[in-house]
């Protein structure tokens, strides 16, 4: 099993900024991709950015050139660099990790709890 710690989340003002951190722990052989989620209210989850193994990054349109993704596979770590906040990023960001715990098994997607993160204009 794989566990997702994510933490960094909080309120700001809007233009501001905000580092998520998520940290995978357990039984680990490998790590995939890793990617960032959010959820508004009543609104449905949807993806924020995502980055290979291989460094590749994908982003969601609304927050390319504000959002940097990139994470540290010596630490199975993802972390979301957040800059120019808008109140419509208000939502709880998720992270997920798609992991295999040992050779040969197939990858698994696991997800963290998710942690607040509030824009005030």
């Known amino acids: 099993q794989v566990q997702l710690v994510e933490s960094g989340g909080g309120l700001v003002q809007a233009g501001g900024s905000l580092r998520l951190s998520c940290a995978a722990s357990?039984?680990?052989?490998?790590?995939?991709?890793m990617g960032w989620y959010r959820q508004a209210p009543g609104k449905q989850r949807e993806l924020v950015a995502a980055?290979?193994?291989?460094?590749?990054?994908n982003y969601a349109t609304s927050v390319k050139g504000r959002f940097t993704i990139s994470r540290d596979n010596a630490k199975n770590t993802v972390y979301l660099q957040m800059n120019s906040l808008k109140p419509e990023d208000t939502a709880v960001y998720y992270c997920?990790?798609?992991?295999?715990?040992?050779?040969?098994?197939?990858?698994?997607?696991?997800w963290g709890q998710g942690t607040q993160v509030t824009v005030s204009s």
């Open positions: 357990g039984i680990i052989f490998r790590i995939n991709g």
């Open positions: 980055i290979t193994s291989g460094g590749s990054t």
């Open positions: 997920n990790a798609d992991a295999t715990s040992r050779i040969g098994s197939r990858p698994t997607t696991y």
